[in-house]
């Protein structure tokens, strides 16, 4: 089955920089990459997602690119702010209910 | 924020006992999951259900079983079988089960073991 594995799994940055977390895939047939955020204490939530049909996704600060031939894929937060202080969980998906998780990267923002 | 309830929040589980992790939700969604949080691993699939009466195995269901009797509701239970069962457990469901589709998660069920 699939396999994903993201790194850093801590990532510190100062407010006002930029953060990436990258996460590789096994499995070539994967076609949807979703990226979640979970703050403290909350549910994980959708930030941003990709399709293998799409290089790149931007959302404001927040972009996702995808490189089908490396099997890769990256979130990149721009100007970071504190309230970007979270766990952070790449996955990807082949079929339905097939969805595999990264083990998650916990960045802090330092004001 | 509504749409996908778990409950209780906390719960004890005394050494060999069964324990039932409760996921409802009022989204009208088809496919609802069963996740398990450990610390540094991710979210790992435990069953999963993209209709009424059936479900699958994910990559850590033994020890562990569910039910699917209604649409709105997906419970999990946690049997003595479960040798390590300490983990954050996260409900989700999504609208029909597709593999592009977006995840809507619970808050959580902390299972301790007393």
């Known amino acids: 089955g699939e396999n994903v594995e993201q790194h850093p799994s801590t990532l510190s940055v100062q407010e006002g920089d930029s953060a990436v977390i990258k996460c590789t895939y096994s499995?070539?047939?994967?076609?949807?990459f979703p990226w979640y955020k979970q703050e403290l204490g909350k549910r994980p939530q959708l930030i941003i997602d990709?399709?293998?049909?799409?290089g790149e996704k931007k959302d404001q600060r927040i972009a996702v690119t995808l490189n089908k031939t490396a099997k890769h894929f990256s979130l990149h937060i721009t100007e970071t702010q504190p309230e970007d202080s979270a766990v952070y969980f790449c996955a990807a998906s082949i079929e339905q209910g097939d969805m595999r998780f990264g083990a998650g990267t916990r960045l802090t923002v330092k004001p | 924020d509504g749409g996908i309830t778990q409950s209780p929040k906390y719960l004890f589980r005394k050494e060999g006992q069964n324990v039932t992790l409760s996921c409802e939700q009022n989204l009208n969604h088809d496919a609802m999951y069963w996740y398990r949080q450990d610390p540094g691993q991710g979210l790992r699939l435990i069953y999963y259900s993209q209709i009424v009466n059936d479900f699958q195995k994910g990559d850590i269901a033994e020890g562990y079983s569910v039910s699917r009797e209604k649409k709105e509701s997906f419970p999990l239970t946690v049997t003595s079988a479960q040798k390590n069962p300490t983990a954050f457990y996260l409900c989700?469901?999504?609208?029909?089960?597709?593999?592009?589709?977006?995840?809507?998660f619970g808050s959580g069920t902390q299972l301790s073991v007393l």
């Open positions: 990709i399709r293998s049909n799409v």
């Open positions: 499995d070539s047939a994967s076609n949807y």
């Open positions: 989700a469901s999504s609208h029909r089960g597709g593999a592009n589709e977006k995840l809507f």
